[in-house]
């Protein structure tokens, strides 16, 4: 691999004996991972599940097809390994309101959702438009029922979130270092102002993330790089200017090091932070840091709540759906924008003056004198939530995947919406004319395999 002198020349001064085994490692494969949903009811099929990362329960070795059944149920998450510790780290509570900041394409975000267990409220964040639509697939294929999805500055998340969650998770951007084995393109990027620039952006980014955390809440910051000036050195800025933050100790697996006091102002509080680093651990480059804030740093604000906003006759066709397919369904609140409807959650916030690219779970549609269900409410249920459900093979499954309708024998006398269970994974909703199934299948997501 082609390292930038500078790069080199910068890591000899500052790993001296261990760096020609950092160097090596930039020669060593690459190791691929994934995570297995805890949402859905049913672990994923065909997957080897013999080799679990040491970074997170929910952790394993391995490649997942982008164009594959798995990965199309939101069954697993396809991520680097050493990444999902950060997740980990986090670990948010089931009922906590949860800030992931910098969040597409949504790896840490359905990290923390497989902790909430859809309880409490996520707010997943994506400064950039394109990433944020990204975020939303993830998220949807997910099945994560809490999260609400913005497309913000985090200028704009501090004034609207003051004091206000649980746990705020900064998974900056950051000059990559720990990726340039993963994806060599980083490099060009790379030149030796470029970790101070982005160790400003940093800065930037946690002055305004600091704002939104209550006392007594947490603050995760994470980067996949090796530049001290964007990690130890951050951390320690973050301590001198904030006085309020103490830092929490992370658990290390095996490999994981200590953070690196010497590479910034000596403190030895940073020995509580994390480094990965790709000699040490079968993952890439990053750092972790887990500060507790102790009083608040800010006066509070009162937060207005978001209120349900469906008229009476929506309401009708949202019962009428919900008495015929989602029997057990516990009675939520609703927003709507437009025409498409959403499940309101309780803690939701005022939404005025925010770009909101979902308010909550997309439940459906109105249109005219009906009520038509999302595919982002069929990847939330299983064959047990839902009224309808109609096993499909693999070979039906492509056919939907693909946009196809497809038929089923022995149909019930029944028309109306069924859920398309494959390999007991919910892959889509369709509707039963006779015996053919109408594809429902989102037109923008099909694929042929
Ligand atoms: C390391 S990536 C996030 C990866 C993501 N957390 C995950 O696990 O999939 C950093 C993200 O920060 C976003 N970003 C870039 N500039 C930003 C800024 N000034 N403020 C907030 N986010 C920014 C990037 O678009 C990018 O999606």
Redesign the pocket.
Same mark, same amino acid.
């Given at each position: 691999m082609n390292l930038p002198e500078a790069f080199i020349n910068k890591y000899q001064k500052l790993l001296g004996d261990e760096f020609d085994e950092f160097l090596a490692s930039f020669n060593n494969p690459v190791n691929h991972g994934f995570r297995v949903n805890p949402l859905k009811n049913q672990l994923p099929t065909d997957l080897d599940l013999t080799h679990p990362t040491p970074f997170s329960k929910w952790g394993y070795y391995g490649n997942v097809k982008g164009k594959s059944l798995n990965h199309q149920s939101g069954a697993v998450y396809s991520?680097e390994p050493s990444?999902m510790m950060?997740g980990e780290v986090a670990a948010p509570k089931p009922g906590q309101t949860v800030l $992931?900041?910098?969040?597409?394409?949504?790896?840490? !975000?359905t990290h923390l959702a497989s902790f909430m267990q859809q309880e409490g409220l996520l707010v997943t964040?994506?400064?950039?438009g394109k990433?944020a639509k990204v975020l939303v697939e993830n998220v949807e294929r997910f099945g994560i029922k809490n999260a609400l999805i913005l497309n913000e !500055?985090?200028e704009s998340i501090a004034t609207s979130f003051p004091n206000f969650f649980d746990v705020v998770?900064v $998974?900056?951007? /950051?000059s990559g270092e720990g990726m340039f084995r993963k994806d060599p393109d980083a490099i060009s990027y790379w030149s030796e102002e470029y970790p101070i620039k982005c160790a400003d952006?940093q800065r !930037?980014?946690l002055k305004e993330a600091v704002k939104a955390i209550k006392p007594g809440g947490n603050l995760v910051y994470s !980067? /996949?790089t090796f530049a001290p000036e964007e990690d130890e050195q951050m951390i320690a800025w973050l301590l001198e200017t904030y006085p309020q933050f103490e830092v929490v100790s992370i658990d290390k697996p095996a490999g994981v090091e200590d953070g690196r006091p010497e590479w910034a102002n000596g403190n030895e509080e940073l020995k509580k932070t994390a480094r990965l680093f790709p000699h040490k651990v079968a993952g890439e480059g990053h750092f972790i840091a887990k500060l507790h804030l102790t009083e608040a740093i800010f006066p509070n604000k009162e937060v207005k709540k978001q209120r349900d906003s469906l008229t009476k006759e929506q309401r009708g066709y949202l019962n009428d759906f919900i008495s015929e397919y989602l029997p057990g369904c516990p009675q939520s609140d609703f927003i709507t924008f437009g025409d498409q409807v959403y499940v309101l959650n309780s803690e939701t916030p005022d939404l005025n003056h925010l770009k909101v690219k979902r308010p909550g779970l997309q439940f459906g549609v109105f249109k005219k004198n009906r009520f038509e269900p999302s595919y982002a409410l069929a990847l939330t249920l299983n064959k047990e939530s839902f009224s309808h459900c109609i096993e499909i093979d693999k070979e039906q499954w492509a056919k939907i995947v693909h946009g196809d309708t497809i038929k089923v024998e022995n149909a019930e006398k029944y028309k109306g919406w069924v859920l398309l269970v494959c390999e007991n994974q919910s892959v889509s909703f369709g509707k039963l004319v006779g015996e053919t199934v109408k594809n429902y299948f989102p037109k923008g997501l099909r694929f042929a395999i």
């Open positions: 991520q990444a950060v $992931d900041l910098c969040a597409a394409p949504g790896g840490k !975000t964040n994506e400064i950039m990433r !500055t985090p998770l $998974d900056a951007p /950051c952006r !930037t980014i !980067t /996949c």
